[in-house]
């Protein structure tokens, strides 16, 4: 065996036990406990379709913002159908890429597409495919 490969081996071998020791007792033990479905199975809302300039609440701030969607409940003003020399691209995400707070000229998607339209890419549509509480869980 390479003797770089048994250093790194023997290096990452006393992380594995203790991370699997840790895992085995956590699991007997009982934690975490769950007792009901976990609040995340579900989104925590969706998107309505079809808005145009609605008002969205913004209760952390006691503010509001402009949201524009369209018939997919996606904040993007290009139409679902793609015309065919047009590249697309899609950004996915949570309320960051939503652009929670901010609006639809704001987002970062939106921000996108312009900055590659001045670039010359007018072909280039950025979708925004942001919801918020959606997560990697």
């Given at each position: 065996m390479n003797p770089i490969l048994k250093k790194i081996a023997f290096a990452l071998l006393p992380a594995i036990v203790v991370f699997s020791m840790a895992e085995i007792g956590l699991r007997f033990s009982g934690w975490p406990?769950?007792?009901?479905?976990?609040?995340?199975?579900?989104?925590?809302?969706?998107?309505?379709?079809?808005?145009k300039q609605s008002s969205m609440p913004h209760n952390e701030e006691n503010t509001s913002f402009v949201v524009s969607t369209n018939s997919d409940g996606l904040r993007s003003g290009h139409d679902i159908m793609k015309k065919?020399?047009?590249?697309r691209v899609l950004t996915l995400?949570?309320?960051?890429?939503?652009?929670?707070?901010?609006?639809?000229?704001?987002?970062?998607?939106?921000?996108?597409?312009?900055?590659?339209?001045?670039?010359?890419?007018?072909?280039v549509e950025v979708v925004n495919g942001g919801q918020p509480g959606y997560t990697s869980f």
């Open positions: 406990q769950v007792t009901e479905a976990f609040e995340h199975n579900e989104p925590f809302w969706i998107v309505d379709p079809d808005l065919a020399n047009v590249q995400g949570c309320s960051t890429t939503f652009g929670w707070g901010v609006g639809d000229t704001e987002t970062y998607p939106s921000k996108l597409e312009y900055y590659l339209h001045q670039k010359g890419f007018k072909q």
